[in-house]
């Protein structure tokens, strides 16, 4: 089983920067991809972007150019920084990785609890 927390949610001015984290804990999992989602209310959860084990990286074309997701393996943290922020950005936004059990096979999908981002001014 794993674990997230995340944090770094809030309210900015349109074009400010907000970054969040998500800190992934528990025993014996291995790490295959870790990434952002974001959903409004009566919408579908929509992908924002993802980065892989090897480090490769995935955004949606709204946030290309403005978001950048990095990782610290070490801390098994997921970091997004957002740039230039839009009204059209606010939304709750949940942390998703991808882990499987040391040793096994099957791959379990896991959801942080979301923060909220509103850019308002």
């Known amino acids: 089983q794993v674990q997230l927390v995340e944090s770094g949610g809030g309210l900015v001015q349109p074009g400010g920067s907000l970054r969040l984290s998500c800190a992934a804990s528990g025993s014996a999992f291995s790490i295959n991809a870790m990434g952002w989602y974001r959903q409004a209310p009566g919408k579908q959860r929509e992908l924002v972007t993802t980065i892989t084990r090897a480090g490769n990286t995935n955004y949606a074309d709204s946030v290309k150019g403005r978001f950048t997701i990095s990782r610290d393996s070490a801390k098994n943290t997921v970091y997004l920084q957002m740039n230039s922020l839009k009204p059209d950005d606010t939304d709750v936004y949940y942390c998703?990785?991808?882990?499987?059990?040391?040793?096994?096979?099957?791959?379990?999908?896991?959801w942080g609890q979301g923060t909220q981002v509103t850019v308002s001014s």
């Open positions: 998703n990785v991808r882990a499987r059990v040391v040793g096994g096979l099957r791959e379990y999908v896991y």
